[in-house]
């Protein structure tokens, strides 16, 4: 069992298997919402263990997808928690527990701003990845 939690610890939620892949997305809103590694979770492995009142969900503009949830209180990004993916991406910095992953990839690198530097060998991609 990983723990995780909000910056405030309002929210808190426990994932009963370890998350199955590890991701770092340069996109912009990524950037923005301050959370740019991400872990996927498969749901029925995801409990919510509090703070379900203090869920707020960024709904996407035109042109993007997906909701992004937040903690209204502290203002830490939360993914996709709200969601109803058979599985879904939590920021990796959620985490209490230490995670046994390392980043698989890198996406949309081409929006990546030139202060931060990749340092590891994982493949990337432009945009999203294409499966091949
Ligand atoms: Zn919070
Ligand atoms: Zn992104």
């Known amino acids: 069992m990983l723990a995780g939690s909000c910056c405030c610890g309002t929210v808190r939620f426990e994932v009963s298997q370890s998350p199955t892949m590890m991701g770092t997305c340069h996109c912009t809103r990524c950037r923005k919402v301050g959370a740019s ?11 919510l263990v509090a703070g379900q009142p203090a869920l707020a969900t960024y709904q996407p503009e035109d042109g993007y997808k997906y909701a992004r949830d937040f903690c209204s209180r502290c203002g830490t990004a939360l993914g996709e928690i709200s969601g109803d993916g058979d599985s879904f991406p939590i920021p990796a910095n959620c985490f209490d ?26 493949r990337q991609f432009a945009g999203h990845p294409h499966k091949d």
Request: proline share 8%; charged share 30%; hydrophobic share 50%.
């Open 37 to 47: 590694t991400f872990v996927f979770v498969d749901r029925a492995a995801f409990e």
């Open 97 to 122: 527990d230490p995670l046994d992953l390392a980043v698989k990839f890198h996406e949309f690198v081409a929006e990546k701003p030139g202060w931060l530097p990749i340092c590891d060998d994982a």
